[in-house]
């Protein structure tokens, strides 16, 4: 899993170590710059990793099957977000994407739910619901005017739906 950004690349990956880590390169993909796998305590930041983003904080944030991580980009960890205890399903983000304020937006693939956290990890809001339509979201984008695109697999069909203002 990879994404590139105007100056460096990023990927994801394990089979160089025992553990999952998050790779950056130059952009030509020849030198490898850093690798990110553990904080500085020692703790492995990724267990099952699947899409990789860098905010406007130039912090990594890193989806995995169960949680969102933000890794500074030095290697130390941010937050973890994994806590609905307010709902009876189980938390599976599947995609998210950041927006200009550094804000995440997760959606949630099994309950067809998309939040908005702040840039810290906090829960901010539920913004859109299966009541909404949202069934099965797997990928999300912000455009330039604050749009949220959200892509349905089960509908097979783009969103676009204003969340802010």
């Known amino acids: 899993m990879e994404f590139a950004s105007i100056n460096r690349k990023y990927c994801l990956g394990g089979k160089e170590y025992t553990e999952s880590a998050l790779f950056e390169y ?32 130039k912090d990594y944030i890193v989806c995995e099957t169960t949680k969102i991580v933000a890794v ?20 599976r ?12 937006i997760v959606a949630d693939f099994d309950n067809g739910i998309i939040d908005i956290l702040s840039r810290e990890g906090k829960f901010v809001s539920t913004i859109l619901t299966q009541r909404d339509g949202i069934v099965k979201p797997y990928a999300l984008s912000v455009d330039e005017d604050d749009y949220l695109w959200i892509g349905s697999s089960l509908k097979k069909e783009i969103m676009i739906f204003r969340y802010l203002g």
């Open 26 to 57: 130059t952009p030509d993909g020849n030198q490898r710059i850093q690798i990110i796998s553990k904080d500085s305590s020692g703790k492995i930041l990724f267990s099952t990793p699947t899409i990789v983003q860098q905010n406007k904080n």
């Open 93 to 104: 983000p599947f995609a998210f994407c950041c927006d200009n304020f550094s804000n995440v």
């Open 72 to 91: 500074s980009s030095d290697g130390n960890l941010r937050w973890e977000y994994s806590d609905y205890t307010t709902r009876m399903e189980d938390f």
